[in-house]
């Protein structure tokens, strides 16, 4: 069982498609992240929010636009993707950001095809 | 540059005693993680040392050494379902976490 929650679990789309993803954290959380899984490679970071506000964007492409409506409910926006971008796309909640912040808990992530 | 390392496949036989290592550097240190991911599964939290030792919580123990940059996971009496992929994780001074790219464990009866 997990405090966050990822939906959908499976997504595969054209380039030209525009699709979200959805992160819940029923943990009470300040801190929500987005990292992107390849295999055999590191979780790469994508985006952090902090009590709602952006507060990291490692260089990651425009066709991904993340949305925090309130500290729990994450968005990524996706569009014009590009076949490179199927990976396992994995969100994150930890209590605070910075200052140690505290343990990350995942959610079980949404596999992306791009076709 | 920042930079973790551990090594991408491991095998062992149940019941027996795996030792998963380490190597991080990293601009500062605040602790390291380890994390177990089951196929298809969400990373879960495993273990987490900011000081020199060994912390053991039931079968599995976690060592760390600050001068030598290095951590390891120790998983006692082996489990089928311990076969899954190790992930380590250093935090850096700025607590951003640098991610390894995985140990994957395979448990054979």
């Known amino acids: 069982e997990t405090g966050v929650t990822q939906t959908p679990r499976h997504l595969v789309m054209g380039m030209t498609n525009k699709k979200s993803l959805k992160c819940e954290q029923h943990?009470?959380?300040?801190?929500m992240y987005w990292y992107k899984q390849s295999a055999k490679k590191p979780l790469e970071l994508m985006f952090v929010?902090?009590?709602?506000?952006?507060?990291e964007n490692n260089s990651v492409p425009s066709r991904f636009s993340p949305e925090c409506p309130n500290s729990s409910h994450l968005f990524l926006h996706l569009h014009t993707l590009q076949p490179e971008d199927s990976a396992l796309y994995l969100c994150?909640?930890?209590?605070?950001?910075?200052?140690?912040?505290?343990?990350?808990?995942f959610g079980p992530g949404t596999r992306l095809t791009v076709l | 540059g920042q930079n973790i390392d551990q090594p991408t496949e491991m095998t062992a036989t149940e019941g027996a005693i795996v030792q998963i290592n380490c190597t991080y550097q990293?601009?500062?240190?605040?602790?390291l993680f380890w994390y177990q991911q089951h196929a298809g599964e969400a990373p879960t939290f495993l273990s987490y040392?900011?000081l020199d030792g060994l912390e053991e919580k039931g079968r599995f123990s976690s060592f760390l050494s600050r001068s030598k940059g290095y951590s390891y996971l120790l998983l006692k009496e082996l489990q089928m379902k311990d076969s899954a992929s190790y992930l380590c994780?250093?935090?850096?001074?700025?607590?951003?976490?640098?991610w390894g790219a995985g140990t994957k464990l395979i448990i054979k009866p």
């Open positions: 994150a909640s930890s209590q605070e950001y910075g200052t140690g912040g505290g343990t990350q808990y």
């Open positions: 943990l009470g959380h300040n801190a």
């Open positions: 929010y902090s009590l709602e506000e952006r507060v």
């Open positions: 990293t601009s500062g240190f605040n602790g």
């Open positions: 040392n900011v």
């Open positions: 994780a250093a935090m850096d001074s700025n607590y951003q976490l640098i």
